[in-house]
């Protein structure tokens, strides 16, 4: 048992340091102890695993894999969860190790989690080159895989080690769990750039003796122990980096072999030196031919072939067979996630290729515990995580080259078979749901999937990047109020029919806030998906631009972005050379001093005319908002998007910003059976009668059942999962998972194409520029990239978005604190009224004894929040108030004018009305509501030109806006009113006609339109429907219906968080 357990030990030992199974120490796991506490933590985990093992509440993996292999020798064999008899009992056996050994971290001082563990076990192996240490390691690991300690085995371990020694080959397989979970344990983007080697490792050792039975006995002699592996697609920013930083040295632990990794590809720069039995070498593809070594198997990796785009399969169609063809050495795929690995087997299939591991009469996948992920279960995408293997094909070499070469007819027939397999399980699943019935009753929405948020992530990417810099997440949002348009259109529709909302988690602190969303991320350990950035206060100083500069590091030819906090659409963007950045810097953060008198000069209809996303709005963006700080971030560009331009006919390039959308399921631990509710006094039965009341009692009580039986239930045991599967817990460290489904994705391309002067222009995505298509490997590649980043970032059960934490967090910079907790207030002042206004009075009071103006800019924003207070009770008068204290603190706040010209609106005073209006869109020209309600102020005041120029101006920035589509409807038609006929006396003639009747036009248009966009609480009257079958019939002449308020229109209440 000794000799098993010490063939385990040395599997990922970094260079240099004595080995142990947990793994190399990177990234911070190793936490180095005295050598009489590594002993005690060797006893006391000795004690744990005997007393698991003794009361049964573990098994010792011999016996995990003998239940799991059921007397099979196939570690690739399928289990009855799925999954692989290996892949099982690694899982269960690393699931024990981590439950009997859990106790120890508390006490020794390690964070409790998987993390925890990897940095025990690290601090053990400092000693590893101690006799006294590796003799009690050697023990506790005989108890692990075998379930002996001192004691002689009893007669049941004989079988084991019988077992063990006939498959010898299996120790190190059975034993990797401990390597595995070091994998586990590692940050996101270490983990990903580690599953190049350690997937090779894996596959060499699954699949290693299935492999040589393949070769010809000459192949093998010649070969002697090496083992040689061609890297198909590889390329210099990923597998060329791993060989200059020496990572392939994981490639060959499972087993003492020299091993020659081939790393074939385009543009790799072979600048790296070999060490240890390890040796990698750079090719071009053209060497396949001849001048290198015969390879033991060749592995391609994550290159989206069986997403069955014709680009794709037409650059790797023609490769795959050739490796294919006789005497050529094994084939091993990998992909990012099922639907690929479906697509790869029914292309390969088509190719006649022979799958070394198959599933009854199906060619058969593999999940990779080595991927990315690790091999998480709820990871739908994943690096690696999923392989195939071939050797062979069953057509002749004529047959698979004529193939090969034929890509339309290849591609159709696997498409085919995809579609095929995809109809007979969803037939099968019907069958299935046919026969279980439907749970909650059987209408449309009973089906969908009940979701608690569903949202957006704008990002830039490029594929031929590094893996820390192909995937740059910008800004993420909620999809209810995000925009989609184009290709975008499919991923609400998606949502809409798959989904419904449920139990809603509230995260519009998060979502709106650049800042905690940054840090957020970070935290969750996917710094690397992040641009670089600072935040700056919002005041401007001579040495602003050169602090800015050097937090970045920019050079002199540098480019940055500077952003508000807190604003969308672009409000704010402003991307700026470093030569340039202090003269910016002025004009954004240096508002005119009298700002009254400012309003007064600026042309009244400057809104409606200006260059939208020019410098002169944005810098008015930043006057006008309430947020104390400013950030700057790196400038982070996609590869290019072509597009054909319309004018031209010519092909042009746009860096465009990829818009993924994604939607969020809650699941529970130990959640109670339906029918069930957990209460201060125990689990409560609610009756199920629907002939009385729902009620329920305590159990124990003498209530719970139904009302007409009166049989009192039994308190349940409650799920540790929906899933049943012991090792869960491995995966899900809290008590709340959210489950991720993502929806798709698209291009959003900016106004300038990539050869513009235009640097705003050419990087700010808008979508009147138009969008298109993601590539579906390009997608996928995303979503393996994110990992589980989003499921964490929106996981408020683990991440509290409480007001104490937020100004604990940002407890050295006391306003953006209050600002943060003044937002988190404004975001309950609906659902917990009581509740925001104490925290907004602590907001108060935490600045009160600041001064300066990012102290006024807080003030200002909960001063406008207290006033939104009061107008919520209709109390205008006192939220008048609030506004103008408001004012008073930011003369530039565009909000508190908007509001006040709200309060002048209720109060009938509508010339006032209109001056704050106007003044609200001078500073904040993409603010919807001002232009809706400017339009209803006009309407009042009989000025239906001005209040259609208004509604009009709105529509071009906002045009799913149906307050101000109906309000340029009613203006339309009065104007159409007013006009002269052609026959009247005095009348402008057939041109009057003919403006009557384009007016008419136009109101029917707008009024569509404001019925098609209305949200359900918006009134639609039956004069409103009249109306529209008025405009529609041109043969009646245009007449007011009695009854439609033709000054009233409709408002447009935004209190704007």
């Excluded at 940050?187 to 599953?195: G, K, V």
């Excluded at 019907?430 to 929405?445: Q, T």
């Amino acid at each position: 048992a000794g000799k098993m357990v010490k063939k385990v030990l040395p599997q990922f030992s970094s260079e240099g340091s004595p080995p142990f199974g947990a793994g190399p120490v990177v990234d911070g796991l190793r936490q180095e102890r005295s050598l009489a506490s590594t002993m005690e933590i060797l006893r006391e985990q000795g004690d744990l695993l005997q007393r698991a093992l003794a009361s049964h509440e573990v098994e010792s993996t011999a016996m995990v894999a003998i239940t799991a292999f059921d007397g099979k020798v196939d570690p690739c064999r399928s289990h009855a969860n799925g999954t692989t008899c290996i892949n099982e009992t690694l899982l269960v056996s690393a699931g024990n190790y981590y439950k009997a050994c859990r106790p120890l971290l508390a006490k020794f001082g390690f964070e409790d989690g998987i993390v925890g563990l990897a940095r025990l076990n690290q601090s053990i192996s400092c000693y590893g080159d101690r006799p006294e240490v590796m003799e009690l390691l050697v023990m506790n690991m005989c108890r692990v895989l075998f379930g002996i300690g001192e004691q002689a085995p009893e007669e049941g371990m004989i079988s084991q080690f019988v077992w063990l020694a006939v498959m010898a080959s299996m120790v190190p397989l059975l034993g990797s769990f401990l390597s595995w979970l070091q994998h586990l344990a590692l940050p996101p983007l270490e983990r990903r750039l580690r599953s190049v080697p350690r997937t090779i490792a894996w596959v060499d050792l699954l699949l290693h003796q299935e492999v040589q039975a393949l070769r010809s006995a000459a192949a093998r002699r010649a070969a002697g122990t090496t083992r040689v592996v061609w890297l198909l697609g590889a390329t210099d920013a990923l597998e060329g980096r791993l060989a200059r930083e020496g990572r392939f040295s994981d490639a060959a632990v499972f087993k003492d072999l020299d091993m020659r990794i081939c790393l074939v590809g385009d543009g790799l720069k072979e600048t790296w030196t070999n060490r240890g039995p390890i040796k990698v070498s750079a090719h071009a593809w053209d060497e396949c031919l001849g001048g290198m070594p015969e390879p033991t198997v060749a592995i391609c990796m994550n290159m989206g072939v069986g997403t069955l785009d014709e680009a794709v399969v037409e650059t790797w169609l023609l490769r795959y067979a050739g490796f294919l063809g006789p005497g050529r050495c094994a084939l091993v795929i990998t992909c990012r996630c099922e639907a690929e690995a479906m697509g790869e087997a029914a292309l390969l299939e088509v190719l006649g290729a022979k799958p070394i591991m198959r599933r009854d009469s199906e060619t058969r996948h593999m999940r990779n515990l080595y991927s990315g992920m690790a091999g998480n279960p709820d990871a739908d995408f994943d690096e690696n995580g999923w392989f195939l293997a071939f050797a062979g094909s069953s057509l002749s070499a004529e047959e698979l080259a004529k193939a090969g070469m034929d890509v339309p007819g290849t591609l159709a027939r696997a498409r085919r078979l995809v579609e095929e397999r995809a109809a007979a399980e969803a037939a099968g699943s019907n069958g299935r749901e046919g026969a279980e019935g439907v749970v909650g009753g059987d209408g449309p929405e009973s089906r969908k999937s009940p979701a608690v948020f569903w949202g957006i992530l704008d990002l830039k990417y490029d594929p031929d990047a590094a893996p820390q810099d192909r995937v740059k997440v910008l800004e993420t949002g909620d999809g209810q109020s995000s925009k989609f348009s184009g290709y975008g259109a499919a991923i609400k529709e998606t949502f809409t029919k798959e989904n419904r909302l449920e139990e809603t988690i509230r995260c519009a602190v998060l979502t709106e806030n650049k800042k905690l969303t940054h840090d957020k991320i970070v935290e969750c350990g996917y710094a690397h998906l992040r641009p670089k950035q600072h935040i700056f206060p919002k005041v401007y100083s001579e040495g602003l631009a050169a602090q800015v500069a050097a937090s970045l590091r920019l050079g002199d030819c540098g480019t940055c972005v500077l952003k508000l906090c807190n604003r969308t659409r672009g409000a704010g963007v402003v991307p700026v050379p470093v030569g340039e950045l202090d003269a910016t810097l002025k004009g954004l953060l240096q508002p005119p001093g009298d700002m009254e008198a400012w309003l007064r000069d600026q042309p009244e209809d400057w809104a409606y005319r200006v260059n939208p996303g020019c410098f002169d709005e944005q810098s008015r963006h930043w006057w006008s908002n309430e947020c104390p700080v400013f950030l700057a971030e790196e400038l982070c560009l996609s590869a290019p998007t072509t597009r054909m331009c319309v004018e031209t006919q010519e092909e042009r390039s746009f860096d465009g910003t990829m818009r993924v959308g994604f939607s969020l399921h809650r699941e529970m631990r130990d959640r109670l059976p339906e029918g069930w509710l957990d209460t201060p006094e125990g689990p409560v039965f609610v009756s199920d009668d629907p002939g009385s009341s729902a009620h329920g009692g305590a159990v124990g009580s003498g209530y719970g059942g139904s009302r007409a039986s009166g049989v009192p239930k039994a308190a349940p045991a409650p799920r540790p999962w929906d899933d049943d599967r012991p090792y869960m817990d491995l995966f899900r460290p809290g008590d709340v998972l959210l489950r991720l489904q993502w929806l798709g994705g698209y291009w959003k391309l900016p106004l300038q194409a990539t050869d513009s002067e235009d640097l705003r222009g050419r990087i700010v995505s808008v979508a009147k520029q138009g969008t298109a298509p993601v590539p579906g490997a390009h997608l996928h590649d995303v979503y393996a990239s994110l990992g589980d980043m989003v499921s964490l970032l929106f996981n408020t059960n683990a991440n509290s978005l409480s007001h104490i934490s937020l100004s604990r967090r940002y407890s050295e910079f006391p306003e953006f604190a209050a600002f943060v907790c003044s937002r988190l207030a404004a975001s309950m002042r609906v659902r917990d009224r009581q509740r925001s206004q104490q925290i907004l009075a602590l907001a108060r009071s935490s600045i009160g004894k600041l001064s300066g103006i990012q102290r006024e800019l807080v003030l200002s924003y909960i001063e406008r929040n207290a006033g939104i207070y009061e107008a919520m009770h209709s109390r205008w008068q006192t939220a008048e108030a609030g506004f103008r204290k408001a004012l008073q603190a930011m003369p530039a706040n565009a909000t508190a004018r908007y509001l006040l010209g709200m309060a002048h609106l209720e109060a009938g005073n509508l010339s006032v009305a209109v001056v704050s209006f106007r003044e609200a869109l001078l500073l904040d020209p993409d603010f919807k509501a001002p232009y809706a309600n400017l339009g209803v102020a006009y309407l009042r005041q009989g000025d239906f030109r001005s209040a259609a120029e208004a509604c009009r101006a709105g529509l071009l920035r906002h045009p799913a806006t149906p307050q101000a589509s109906y309000n340029l409807a009613l203006a339309r038609v009065a104007l159409a009113l007013a006009a002269p006929s052609a026959g009247e006396e005095g009348g402008a003639g057939v041109g009057a006609a003919a403006g009557a009747a384009e007016l008419r036009a136009g109101a029917l248009e707008a009024l569509e339109a404001s019925r098609e966009t209305r949200a359900q609480a918006q009134l639609w009257s039956e004069e409103d429907e009249e109306l529209l079958v008025l405009l529609r019939d041109d043969s009646r002449p245009l007449a007011w219906p009695r009854g439609v308020p033709l000054r009233e229109g409709w408002k447009f209440c935004s209190w704007r968080p």
